[in-house]
């Protein structure tokens, strides 16, 4: 109170102040709603619509809690439908988890008895939303598939890598988070994925 | 005696002899302890060597049941889940019903017209979340005069029910829903320039907010959406200026969200939008309803504002009594519309603000038009965090001396997607000796969070 009155600051920006207290003290929840959207729908959504206004916040940017308001924000001021915004939101939280090591998230049995989907499969429900159809980006910092000298001329094992993991191009304002997004793709998957863009895009 | 003799040789004989085995047994013996007293050692070392093998060395069946407890610590993806399940349902708290976030944008900058570094404002917003039902949502505007004290707006305070998928009840002080910059654009991290364009800021054509309640939603087709604002408010109030003794004229809207209604008129308003194809925005704005003068600008003195009808007079000079002032026309329409694509984006916005005349009252008058536009393009180089920003805009206002062209050029470094530096340069034409017709460097960085 001392520190207020020294530097003369009105009675309301004390009750400002206060107020932001709590809000910064918040801690980290888990909440069960809204109901789960469609994530491959909400990538997409979320390509097409936030550039409508703004450059495209990074996943990992808010925690899960932080995008339900900011998802529901942003239904507000965009028109988006109820859908939609759950869609997008379904997408934000699961592609805002820290990238995990290939073998420490799945069993080889697991890869063995699951159905992999194939590259194809994997791109156009995936990938198609940043990287597009014909694989030269819709979003600012997506590389372009089809450049001869481009990303796809590196080695299986460093395209793994950093889809498995995430990566951040040097001067790509934003980063793709591990796996696309999508924590349930398998390293068969991810294999079947390259071979697919490898032989659909590079020249 | 020799037979006595003879006994005795004889039994020294056989005690030599028998002196002479006992010494050759002696022997053996000790050879045979020594013998049993290496092997002893012997044992022990193959003992002890045993021990050790043993101990360091494991059974197959060891090996197997090593193998079942590694294969069952092995954590897969569907263990991490169903341990994050159960977390999320362990504790009251980890999924309350109401949540708490603090969002926000803020910037600071330079003005080469002021010559000075200035604060622009720091803007948090509030977000008050109960489940997916209902949310309350403040932003305040805080700045720092010139004069080193500081300033609080409350930029807008609503509370929004969603009422289902496609319909959202909007009530309180909102944003205009009339065009985009004000409603979407202007926050510093989403504003491409340092600078709103001519007409869009105080004093401009563009309605800035209002008090009231709005139906907010959107529908999805198959490759297309819509979208929609519509809404009914207390609407703006009018500033008259005096031109000579008893003749008056309209100087300008004050549309910044009034919590009272001091014609009784409401105003109706909204924005449509559609998005035929990805990438592109097209929208139509109008607003209809009445406003009144609550305010005048005195010719003798310019700075003295009476309101007397709002009890806030002037320092000085008369009084003036502006309860009986005539509810005038008020009319808005706007066309926008924006396209993106993969880094590139150009947008424009028409805003066209209409006052009628008033035969009756102190402030009658002729009505007053004002009038402004902006294209706007953008690209983000690709591999690159630099932005290169050109806008025009064309602001015809009903008092002349706020009309104004301007170019804007501008280069940008994203050093984030939402912390950007901003540099701006303004090529503006307007009345002569004014602000407005000043050239001017606006340095700026932005940071929304």
């Keep these: ?203 | 005696m020799k037979t006595i003799h003879t006994k005795r040789k004889i039994f020294l004989f056989t005690l030599s002899i028998l002196c002479t085995f006992s010494a050759s047994a002696d022997e053996k013996y000790e050879q045979l302890a020594n013998e049993v007293e290496a092997l002893k050692k012997q044992l022990e070392q193959v003992q002890s060597a045993l021990k050790e093998y043993q101990e360091e060395s494991i059974t197959k069946k060891e090996v197997q049941e090593l193998n079942q407890k590694l294969e069952e610590s092995v954590v897969t993806q569907d263990d991490v889940d169903e341990l994050e399940k159960q977390v999320a349902e362990a504790g009251e708290w980890n999924s309350p019903n109401t949540l708490i976030h603090m969002a926000g944008y803020a910037n600071v900058g330079y003005a080469s017209d002021s010559e000075s570094y200035s604060i622009g404002s720091f803007s948090p917003i509030f977000h008050y979340q109960y489940r997916d039902k209902v949310m309350l949502e403040s932003e305040l505007e805080i700045k720092i005069d010139e004069d080193g004290s500081t300033d609080i707006a409350l930029e807008y305070l609503t509370i929004d029910y969603f009422l289902n998928d496609y319909v959202t009840v909007v009530a309180g002080k909102f944003l205009s829903p009339v065009g985009q910059f004000r409603q979407n654009i202007h926050p510093s991290w989403i504003n491409k320039l340092a600078s709103a364009p001519p007409g869009f800021g105080h004093d401009g054509a563009a309605p800035l907010s209002d008090v009231g309640f709005q139906l907010r939603g959107g529908f999805d087709f198959d490759n297309s959406s819509a979208n929609y604002a519509f809404y009914v408010s207390n609407g703006p109030r009018l500033i008259a200026a005096q031109e000579h003794d008893d003749e008056f004229e309209i100087d300008g809207i004050e549309a910044e969200g009034f919590s009272s209604d001091n014609d009784g008129k409401k105003t109706f308003g909204g924005r449509l939008g559609f998005l035929p194809f990805k990438g592109f925005e097209l929208g139509l704005s109008f607003a209809t309803g009445k406003a009144t003068v609550t305010e005048v600008e005195l010719e003798e003195d310019v700075h003295a504002f009476k309101s007397l009808a709002f009890g806030t007079p002037g320092d000085e000079g008369e009084e003036i009594d502006l309860h009986d002032e005539v509810a005038r026309d008020y009319d808005v329409f706007g066309i926008d519309f924006a396209y993106q694509n993969n880094g590139f984006e150009l947008r424009g916005e028409y805003l066209k603000s209409k006052v009628g005349a008033a035969d009756e009252g102190i402030t009658a008058s002729h009505g007053a038009t004002w009038e402004t536009w902006y294209t706007q393009g953008s690209y983000l180089i690709p591999n690159t965090r630099w932005e290169p920003v050109i806008r025009y805009s064309d602001f015809t206002s009903a008092t002349e001396s706020r009309s104004q062209q301007q170019w804007a050029l501008g280069m940008n470094y994203l050093f984030t997607n939402s912390f950007i530096g901003k540099a701006t340069y303004e090529f503006n034409d307007g009345a002569f000796d004014t602000n407005a017709d000043e050239d001017r460097w606006l340095l700026q960085l932005a940071y929304g969070f």
Aim: net charge positive; aromatic share 8%.
């Design chain 1, 1 to 203: 109170m001392k520190l207020f009155n020294q530097i003369n600051i009105e009675p309301s920006f004390k009750t400002l102040l206060f107020i932001a207290a709590l809000f910064i003290g918040s801690n980290s929840i888990a909440a069960d709603y809204p109901e789960k959207g469609d994530f491959q729908k909400g990538a997409k959504a979320w390509a097409e619509n936030c550039v409508r206004c703004h450059n495209l916040r990074d996943p990992k940017d808010l925690r899960d809690d932080q995008w339900i308001t900011t998802a529901f924000h942003m239904r507000v001021r965009a028109g988006l439908t109820g859908q939609k915004t759950r869609d997008i939101l379904t997408f934000l939280q699961e592609s805002n988890n820290p990238p995990r090591p290939i073998k420490a998230s799945i069993k080889c049995s697991d890869a063995e008895n699951k159905n992999s989907l194939t590259g194809q499969e994997v791109y156009e429900q995936t990938c198609i939303a940043c990287h597009g159809k014909d694989g030269k980006g819709t979003v600012p910092g997506a590389p372009d598939f089809t450049d001869s000298k481009g990303v796809l001329s590196q080695s299986d094992e460093v395209l793994m890598k950093h889809i498995a993991e995430g990566f951040k191009s040097k001067n790509s304002p934003m980063a793709m988070p591990a796996k696309g997004g999508n924590p349930l793709l398998t390293e068969t998957d991810l294999s079947n994925v390259i071979i697919y863009m490898k032989s659909e895009f590079k020249k």
